[in-house]
């Protein structure tokens, strides 16, 4: 189930920039969300999710930004910040929605810092801004959504899910 | 001990980090060629969501059409008059082709700045990750296309070609915070042309900005801008935009002139690249 999700996401991001217009508020990180979601199904193998989002960032490097482990490090950041989150909160679905929210404000924050220190942009307070509210609604109804097909499933096919 | 371990692989970490933005800074480069592992992984997921995209560009496509009959009537009163212009135009235009291709062989050139040939394609994806103001499309390598040829659609300047896999390729769009590359510009006006160079887009006015032009030069308001071919990439008289504002810089020594795109950068589905060196071959 973690690789059919991972692998939707990341298809879904690509398709759904082609629907909406380019510079709309419904940006999509649906990969990195998927990321959140998915955490508890590794069942506490650190390792394996770090490695797992490693490998989905150097894939979105190559497919979709051309910008060579920009978002490998990114994810990466944000696989231990989720690891951090679920050590210390137990997810359930109200709170889902405001640690989603936090994840994805932290992984534009921080995509746009790297691309910054690397020189591939100049720092514009206005973009940022824009870019942190453009993503929101998207990413947070695809997560409460995610929330639940995935608890529906591990339910269905008695899936383990420990945090 | 413990302690003396902890710090050597806080060390490392840190040199593996500082080794990785390294790499990073000169991958984010344009122009970049990409390796035979990133050619491969790109073409591959591209050619699956492509296929994924079909039934979806099918749907979109069917809306447009409906949006567009509604107002067919509309448009048929306005194009009526325009295709009795145009028949006038294009005879002109051959006999104008006629005169320059005269002229070239007197002259022995092989090209002007205004000639390129067309590569049409797709868009697979439009701007993933917010930040990188970049468009994948479906033509790479296979179908000619080299890096830093001009993107365009039917209202103007797009962008420019910054990497190239075998049936991919990712284009940079100019609505981006910083161009690395400056681009030269003329502003039409009346009997003679303004020269400059367009170095930056604004986001929040949608404006790009141009510079580089005297004090002295009078600039009038919805002026067009276009291309003038003195550089290697773009093809000369390719329309960028409309002045909107001309005001003077910070130091009172030149004007910046303000132009707004004459394209749309949200809704681009369609692209056509120049290749500007074909027709000089």
Not at chain 1, 147 to 162: D, E, P, Q, V
Not at chain 2, 108 to 122: C, F, P, R, V
Request: contains cysteine; positive net charge; proline residues 1%.
């Amino acid at each position: 189930m973690i690789i059919a999700i991972f692998l939707i996401s990341f298809a879904l991001d690509g398709i759904m920039s082609n629907i909406f217009p380019i510079y709309s508020i419904f940006t999509s990180l649906f990969t990195v969300v998927s990321l959140l979601i998915m955490y508890p199904y590794f069942n506490n193998d650190k390792t394996k999710f770090i490695v797992s989002a490693i490998l989905l960032g150097l894939f979105y490097d190559i497919v979709y930004t051309n910008s060579l482990f920009i978002n490998t490090f990114s994810f990466l950041l944000i696989a231990f910040i989720i690891v951090l989150i679920y050590n210390y909160i137990t997810i359930n679905k109200l709170n889902i929605i405001f640690i989603n929210i936090l994840i994805i404000l932290s992984f534009q924050v921080i995509s746009y810092i790297l691309l910054c220190i690397t020189g591939y942009t100049k720092f514009n307070d206005e973009t940022l801004i824009t870019g942190l509210y453009s993503c929101l609604i998207s990413n947070v109804i695809y997560g409460y959504l995610l929330y639940f097909i995935t608890l529906f499933l591990s339910k269905k096919y008695k899936i383990r899910k420990i945090v | 001990m413990a302690n003396k371990k902890r710090r050597y692989i806080i060390l490392i970490i840190l040199i593996i980090i500082a080794i990785m933005l390294g790499i990073t800074t000169k991958a984010v480069k344009e122009n970049r060629n990409l390796n035979f592992l990133e050619k491969t992984i790109k073409d591959s997921t591209s050619f699956i969501v492509n296929i994924i995209n079909k039934p979806i560009d099918f749907v979109k496509d069917k809306i447009k059409e409906n949006k567009e009959k509604n107002d067919i009537y509309k448009k048929y009163k306005k194009y009526k008059d325009k295709a009795l212009k145009t028949d006038v135009s294009l005879a002109r235009i051959k006999e104008l082709e006629k005169q320059v291709n005269t002229l070239k062989e007197s002259l022995d050139l092989n090209s002007t700045l205004t000639e390129y040939d067309k590569i049409n394609a797709n868009v697979i994806n439009r701007n993933v990750g917010n930040w990188y103001n970049v468009l994948t499309i479906d033509k790479g390598s296979k179908s000619g296309i080299k890096n830093g040829m001009a993107v365009v659609i039917k209202q103007g300047l797009i962008g420019k070609i910054i990497s190239v896999s075998n049936f991919t390729s990712s284009v940079k769009l100019l609505s981006t915070d910083e161009l690395s590359n400056k681009i030269s510009v003329k502003i039409k006006i009346d009997n003679h042309d303004v020269y400059g160079l367009l170095t930056n887009y604004d986001k929040s006015k949608n404006v790009y900005l141009i510079e580089g032009i005297s004090n002295s030069d009078e600039i009038k308001k919805d002026s067009e801008v276009v291309t003038t071919g003195l550089s290697e990439i773009f093809p000369s008289g390719i329309l960028v935009g409309k002045v909107k504002k001309v005001r003077v810089d910070n130091y009172e020594l030149a004007k910046v002139v303000e132009v707004t795109p004459s394209v749309d950068f949200d809704d681009i589905s369609i692209v056509t690249v120049l290749d500007r060196n074909a027709k000089s071959k």
